[in-house]
């Protein structure tokens, strides 16, 4: 296997792919946290409707709107760099996040920060110390699953790269040149990650955890 990755130059396009996909989930997370808090708190009929919004955004299939999209970021000077595929990730993946963001920070209590206000923290200090911590487990989850989506995806790296592609785009020319036992060599490397993301993080998938930070 690591005679097939040196001589088909797979290492940057799993450079590309790891840092496509960490990239594209630190940002999410950092973007669709706050403001998945800001609408979990919002009236419950209000906080629905901008749910339901954000979930008609995912009823558009990646290869009907990717075309448009590549074309928009290549006229910007985003073809074969990482930055554009990064925001191109982005756009599919945020508002997943934000669904699974929302209905996390819904089931934590608001007794949670007002006890921490009265104690003398300010809201941010309980969102720091308490709100966030306690849908780490939400969170995390939503990593898993937008780290997963930017790791596989296929179609925008196919529209947006010409010669630095992802490992998925690299593993379609494998397979379309016809070299099968390569192509399989690489498919197994792409699993490997996704093992070693979900079992980093098990830790915050116990469902106990919110429950029982809820009830203390």
Same mark, same amino acid.
């Given at each position: 296997?690591?005679?097939?990755?040196?001589? *088909?130059?797979?290492? !940057?396009?799993?450079l590309?792919?790891?840092m +496509?996909?960490?990239?594209?989930t630190?940002v999410?997370?950092i973007?669709a946290?706050?403001?998945?808090?800001? @609408?979990?708190? !919002?009236? &419950? !009929?209000i906080?629905?409707a901008?749910?339901?919004?954000?979930?008609?955004?995912?009823?558009?299939?990646? +290869?009907?709107?990717?075309?448009?999209?590549?074309? &928009?970021f290549?006229s910007?000077?985003f073809i074969?760099?990482t930055f554009?595929?990064?925001?191109?990730?982005?756009?599919? *993946?945020?508002?997943?996040?934000a669904? @699974?963001?929302?209905?996390?920070?819904m089931?934590?209590? %608001?007794?949670l =920060? =007002?006890?921490?206000?009265v104690?003398?923290g300010?809201r941010?200090?309980?969102?720091?110390r308490?709100v966030f911590?306690?849908a780490m487990?939400?969170?995390?989850?939503? #990593?898993?699953? +937008?780290?997963l *989506?930017?790791?596989? =995806?296929f179609?925008f790296?196919r529209?947006l790269?010409?010669?630095?592609g992802?490992l998925p785009?690299r593993?379609?020319e494998v397979?379309t040149?016809g070299s099968?036992f390569p #192509?399989?060599?690489?498919? !197994?490397?792409l699993?490997?990650?996704?093992?070693?993301?979900?079992?980093?993080?098990?830790?915050y998938?116990?469902?106990g955890m919110?429950?029982?930070?809820? %009830?203390?």
């Amino acid at each position: 296997m690591f005679g097939a990755v040196t001589m *088909n130059n797979l290492y !940057m396009p799993l450079l590309k792919s790891l840092m +496509v996909a960490c990239l594209t989930t630190v940002v999410a997370i950092i973007i669709a946290a706050p403001a998945s808090y800001v @609408i979990s708190r !919002m009236p &419950r !009929m209000i906080a629905y409707a901008v749910v339901l919004a954000l979930l008609v955004t995912r009823m558009f299939p990646d +290869v009907g709107i990717a075309l448009p999209i590549a074309t &928009r970021f290549i006229s910007w000077g985003f073809i074969d760099s990482t930055f554009g595929l990064v925001l191109a990730h982005l756009i599919p *993946n945020l508002p997943f996040l934000a669904w @699974i963001l929302v209905g996390t920070f819904m089931m934590i209590p %608001k007794d949670l =920060e =007002e006890s921490a206000m009265v104690d003398g923290g300010s809201r941010i200090t309980a969102l720091v110390r308490i709100v966030f911590p306690v849908a780490m487990p939400g969170i995390a989850v939503g #990593a898993i699953f +937008v780290w997963l *989506n930017s790791w596989n =995806e296929f179609i925008f790296a196919r529209y947006l790269s010409t010669e630095s592609g992802t490992l998925p785009l690299r593993i379609y020319e494998v397979i379309t040149n016809g070299s099968i036992f390569p #192509a399989a060599a690489y498919s !197994m490397i792409l699993t490997i990650p996704v093992i070693f993301i979900t079992f980093l993080l098990q830790r915050y998938l116990k469902s106990g955890m919110l429950s029982g930070a809820v %009830k203390g």
